[in-house]
């Protein structure tokens, strides 16, 4: 690039010729003063406390501290509130728990190795809040969750089993709508003057063609005329129980056949070795003969056993 200076102190014009080398050159002064004049300007500003500058650090300072404390509170409050929802959740288990207990008998679970509820007593002084002490805590009760919600599904697995022990388990009365009980469980007369015999069943006395109702649920495992039973029915309750249903007058079931707790079985009659209409029923297992009132005890109390 050339530059042409016209003046009237020179007598020809002249000419300057600038090249790269020279642009480069004066760009190279350029950023060396910026450099030099930043440099001296930060020294003076340390040796000489330049105020402006000062509050200027000092402003920068208190910003970067300002948001600091935010951060660090955010964070608190954010760990401050999951300590209080685990608490929250401590609590709603642990009454969960203890309802549960009290109608099952079973244990919600036990406390925790070494915690042992030992007397205690003090001044309240409150305890710094800090991030550390916070996750500790958020770790104690998480922990605390886990093992109580274990025991609470324990609970509830003896629940199900209870529950479906009860379903098979013979506590509902055979005969539908009010029944007379008769011969109870244990020796007797014999009603046919053969003396002493052992009666094995409970008798409900009512009238010929009521319902008979299984007493739990189950499969028939027997649907068939006996000469003594007469009409007889049998359901399996499952590990070898079994209750009878003898001397009824129809069935509706046969062998096979699944069965609810309350299903109708047949009607009641007199067929087989019987002196009048009445149910003949039995509970065994195993083989052995039970006392049907173990099972229909308070059933029936209410009948004036």
């Not at 015999?197 to 063609?209: K, S």
């Amino acid at each position: 690039m050339q530059i042409i200076l016209v003046s009237s102190r020179f007598s020809t014009a002249k000419t300057i010729t600038i090249g790269v080398k020279h642009i480069v050159a004066v760009f190279g002064l350029f950023l060396t003063a910026v450099f030099f004049g930043s440099a001296i300007l930060s020294w003076l500003s340390i040796q000489l406390r330049l105020p402006v500058i000062q509050d200027l650090v000092l402003s920068m300072q208190q910003h970067e501290t300002r948001q600091t404390e935010q951060f660090v509170k955010g964070n608190l409050q954010v760990l401050a509130a999951r300590v209080g929802e685990l608490q929250a959740q401590m609590v709603q288990l642990d009454g969960l728990g203890q309802r549960l207990s009290e109608k099952t008998g079973v244990a919600a679970g036990k406390k925790r190795e070494g915690a042992k509820a030992e007397p205690q007593g003090g001044p309240f002084i409150p305890a710094p809040l800090s991030e550390d002490s916070l996750r500790q805590e958020i770790d104690r009760l998480a922990s605390q969750i886990q093992d109580k919600s274990l025991a609470l599904a324990a609970v509830e697995t003896r629940m199900r089993e209870s529950m479906v022990r009860r379903e098979f388990l013979p506590t509902t009365l055979p005969v539908a709508g009010g029944a007379r009980l008769g011969s109870s469980f244990g020796p007797r007369v014999d009603p046919f003057g053969r003396g002493r015999a052992i009666h094995e069943g409970l008798d409900f006395v009512a009238p010929h063609g009521t319902p008979i109702l299984a007493a739990a649920g189950g499969v028939v495992v027997n649907a068939s005329y006996h000469p003594e039973f007469g009409n007889l029915v049998e359901v399996n309750h499952g590990g070898e129980l079994i209750t009878r249903y003898a001397h009824l007058s129809s069935m509706s079931v046969q062998v096979g056949t699944p069965v609810r707790r309350g299903q109708q079985l047949g009607t009641l009659g007199t067929t087989g070795r019987s002196t009048g209409p009445h149910l003949h029923f039995e509970v065994k297992e195993n083989g052995s003969a039970l006392d049907p009132a173990v099972f229909l005890g308070t059933l029936l109390a209410s009948r004036g056993r």
